[in-house]
């Protein structure tokens, strides 16, 4: 944006871990599914609630879009911004729903 001469490297630190996270997820989901189909020869529900994987994933992508957009890497790097709140607060909620995710396919996989 205009008028911004700096970019936060917090921001970029929250982007890339929140992206590592919901790469992680994904394979672990498909893992886990194949693992299911390949034993008892039907996916057996391997992910109970899929709609936590795909919050995680869209905020992952939510927030490197937000990043791309508000950010200027050719400008000076600063430590924080007024905007790392709201990667915060993105990167947390990221946080929870791959964490429920987690929880959801561990119960179903001791069955």
């Known amino acids: 944006p205009a008028g911004y001469v700096y970019w936060s490297l917090l921001d970029f630190i929250f982007v890339i871990l929140g992206l590592f996270v919901a790469g992680q997820k994904s394979v672990s989901a498909a893992v886990l599914r194949n693992h299911y189909r390949g034993q008892y020869g039907e996916e057996k529900k391997a992910i ?26 050719t400008k000076q790097m600063v430590l924080v911004d007024w905007q790392t709140t709201i990667f ?13 995710s987690s929880r ?7 069955v």
């Open 48 to 73: 109970a609630k899929p709609a936590f994987l795909i919050a995680t994933i869209a905020f992952a992508v939510g927030s490197l879009v937000l990043f791309l957009v508000t950010q200027d890497i």
């Open 88 to 100: 915060t607060v993105l990167f947390a909620a990221e946080m929870v729903a791959a964490q429920v």
């Open 104 to 110: 959801v396919s561990a119960r179903t996989s001791e």
